[in-house]
């Protein structure tokens, strides 16, 4: 129906607004309303909007009261699904092996080698090998393995690729010295040899990075998705007053504001054992019994809502990423409108990609570049965009499994990124992504305190699917 009447609206070179199409939809008969509409206001106007249907349906006797059309509510049809290939759940194959770590450092650099080649500013590139005799400028594509400051201010980088390895040099007088540099991550380099064929001069740094240009799309789409994460339930510092008042909020209210999705990004039991003295900080001491009461929160949400449920840190699952989803050991009590997914994972809802990654890469970023902090998570996440991956730098405070695919890479650039872990709250839009930090439901613990970290709990953001407004509910006050 959704096309014919669109259709008939586009022979008459007119175009509808998505509340008017909704509106339209909801009629009894929308193909009869259509004609009437356009026979009507076919002569006034190209883009019809809401107000113009109110209007017309306000100043024609000829509609009966109980005929008009009402402004539905919401759709309702949870389009939400797992992309595939995005999940690691039921397809780890890494056993740890030399080879392993070799498939999986492959996959990433070329995979990445791949997105830079495609910026319209880079053009051809040549190999490492070759780079360094021909004597001219050129361009390279390498992951770097080492990076230092020289005592003369300078900045070298040591790259490879899989025909070789050279040192960067990029002078303190280069327009890129300023450039931001962690280990393992990917970046093409334009420059030339020096005159003893020992150095690469670099004169400007790429990454993989979103397209400039892109911008939100907006959609016919109602529907919003708001974020939960880091609930952790169990510990003793959990905030259920402020998580009940967040319940009451959403059985009021989500229906009529069509918040039709809901995400939980990891960590969403406090978990056991976990970090120094942390039973005496459980309120549950007893895995099971935290997912069990997690279990009963989650049935407390309304049930037109369908809820995705990722894993984090303190999750009982494997701690090197990417990790499967929970097991059923622990989940089969949720109820049935729960999808159990993957960290990190891919999240198609009504037609919006999302990626939701738990963050505990950010402990990662934040020790390795001087500029980044707890406090401002958001722009570590931009980072990870830049880079077009999620945890660059190996050997550190995340654990990764070497899977023959790098799961982390950032392959299809999301409408929507979020991510928990630092207990923040905030968002940033990079080039038409809507970057979100899920905030927490659990106060300051004595091992936040002892280490100068002030979380910033209670806070649900919401996205709109159709428009891309960004809302940060607060449920402290």
């Not at 699904?81 to 498939?103: L, N, Y």
């Not at 952790?232 to 402020?242: A, C, N």
């Not at 999750?315 to 960290?343: H, Y």
Request: net charge negative; glycine share 6%; with cysteine.
């Amino acid at each position: 129906m959704r096309s014919e009447v669109l259709s008939a609206a586009a022979r008459k070179n007119l175009f509808f607004s998505p509340d008017v199409l909704e509106i339209i939809l909801s009629n009894s008969d929308p193909m009869a309303f259509t004609n009437t509409i356009l026979a009507t206001l076919s002569e006034s106007a190209m883009f019809i909007e809401k107000k113009d249907i109110i209007d017309f349906i306000a100043g024609d006797s000829s509609i009966a009261p109980e005929r008009a059309p009402a402004v539905p509510k919401n759709k309702r049809h949870s389009d939400m699904v797992v992309v595939p290939g995005t999940d690691i759940t039921g397809d780890s194959t890494c056993e740890g092996k030399i080879a392993d770590f070799a498939a999986y450092f492959k996959n990433r650099f070329f995979v990445l080698k791949r997105m830079i080649e495609k910026r319209r500013d880079f053009g051809a590139s040549v190999s490492i090998s070759r780079a360094v005799t021909l004597g001219r400028e050129a361009r390279i594509i390498g992951m770097i393995y080492e990076k230092k400051e020289t005592k003369n201010g300078h900045t070298t980088l040591s790259v490879e690729d899989e025909t070789g390895s050279c040192t960067v040099l990029i002078s303190k007088d280069s327009p890129c010295s300023g450039e931001m540099f962690v280990n393992d991550e990917v970046v093409g380099i334009s420059g030339k040899p020096s005159a003893r064929g020992d150095l690469f001069i670099a004169d400007k740094i790429f990454r993989p990075d979103v397209p400039a240009g892109r911008v939100w799309t907006p959609s016919d789409s109602v529907a919003s998705v708001a974020f939960l994460s880091d609930i952790h339930v169990g510990s003793s510092t959990f905030l259920e007053k402020q998580w009940k008042n967040m319940i009451d909020w959403l059985k009021t209210n989500a229906y009529d504001m069509d918040i039709d999705y809901l995400i939980l990004p990891g960590d969403v039991v406090d978990g056991i054992g976990i970090f120094p003295g942390q039973e005496e900080e459980l309120r549950i001491a007893d895995i099971y019994g935290q997912y069990e009461k997690l279990g009963e929160y989650i049935k407390e949400i309304p049930d037109h809502i369908r809820i995705a449920l990722q894993p984090g840190n303190h999750d009982a699952v494997r701690l090197a990423e990417p990790q499967p989803a929970l097991s059923k050991i622990f989940t089969k009590d949720f109820d049935s409108n729960v999808i159990m997914a993957g960290n990190p994972v891919n999240i198609e809802i009504e037609g919006r990609t999302l990626l939701s990654y738990h963050g505990k890469s950010i402990d990662d970023w934040v020790a390795s570049v001087q500029k980044l902090n707890y406090d401002d998570p958001i722009n570590v996440m931009r980072e990870m965009l830049t880079r077009r991956h999620l945890s660059p730098m190996y050997g550190g405070k995340t654990a990764m499994a070497p899977e023959k695919k790098d799961y982390l890479v950032i392959e299809k650039v999301p409408d929507i990124f979020v991510s928990g872990h630092v207990h923040g709250a905030g968002k940033m839009d990079h080039r038409g992504v809507k970057i979100i930090n899920a905030s927490a439901w659990q106060s300051q613990t004595s091992y936040q305190k002892a280490h100068n970290f002030n979380p910033n709990p209670a806070i649900m953001p919401i996205v709109h699917l159709g428009t891309g407004t960004v809302t940060l509910k607060d449920f402290t006050k």
